[in-house]
């Protein structure tokens, strides 16, 4: 079983500040199957990336994903006040990182 | 465009079986490239992946549960279903079923990535 860990856990930045969060996996992976979600309080995950670095429909292209092997990253190049919320990266459909928590400082 | 709805008891007993189906609409269960997956979410905390089935029954579970764990797909009412048994205070947590899109490239594995999801339904786990 691949474990992903996500950094940081928490994230604090101001609204026009540029976030990175980080996805590492414990042995390599293909970009083919990391994919990354959004999650707001009291809704279900919503998509935003997968394949890596393909932005799913009607995302915003503030947001990137980048990365290959074991290491992967999503980026948001400016923050909007919508963007605070939990950010979880996944492998094959199936297992997730524990997740980041972008709070608003 | 395609729909996922989660039912089933909110409450269930320790020891006793946790059962929630998903319907699907919009669309057919059976069609394309796509896996039906349930995941849970603990309050205050992260999403584990319970496991997935293809429409031909194919199953692929967590392993950390798969002794407990049951999917099952219905083709004809275009549901899928978890079976959990022997639950504890442990399996209370919002439980979502997602479709996992398995797009098919050439030449590269394919992607996998669950683009549609359920609202998610609660389940409690208390006598």
């Known amino acids: 079983e691949i474990v992903l860990t996500q950094s940081p856990g928490t994230l604090s930045l101001s609204p026009g500040e540029r976030a990175t969060l980080s996805c590492r996996a414990s042995q390599s992976i293909s970009t083919s199957y990391l994919a990354w979600y959004q999650q707001k309080p009291g809704q279900a995950p919503r998509l935003l990336i997968y394949a890596a670095s393909s932005r799913a429909t009607g995302i915003p292209d503030r947001f990137s994903g980048s990365g290959s092997g074991t290491d992967f990253t999503l980026t948001i190049s400016r923050l909007e006040p919508e963007d605070f919320a939990v950010y979880y990266c996944q492998q094959y459909g199936s297992f997730f990182g524990q997740g980041t928590k972008l709070e608003i400082k | ?127």
């Open chain 2, 1 to 127: 465009q395609v729909q996922l709805q989660e039912s089933g008891p909110g409450l269930v007993k320790p020891s006793q079986t946790l059962s929630l189906t998903c319907t699907v609409s919009g669309g057919s269960i059976s069609s394309g490239s796509y896996f039906w997956s349930w995941i849970r979410q603990p309050a205050g905390k992260g999403l584990e992946w319970i496991g997935r089935i293809y429409s031909t029954g194919n199953t692929q579970y967590n392993p950390s549960l798969k002794s407990r764990v049951t999917i099952s797909v219905d083709t004809s009412k275009n549901q899928f279903s978890l079976r959990l048994i022997s639950v504890t205070a442990a399996d209370t947590a919002v439980y979502y079923c997602a479709r996992v899109t398995m797009a098919l490239q050439i030449a590269a594995p394919n992607y996998y990535y669950m683009d549609v999801w359920g609202k998610g339904t609660t389940v409690t786990v208390s006598s």
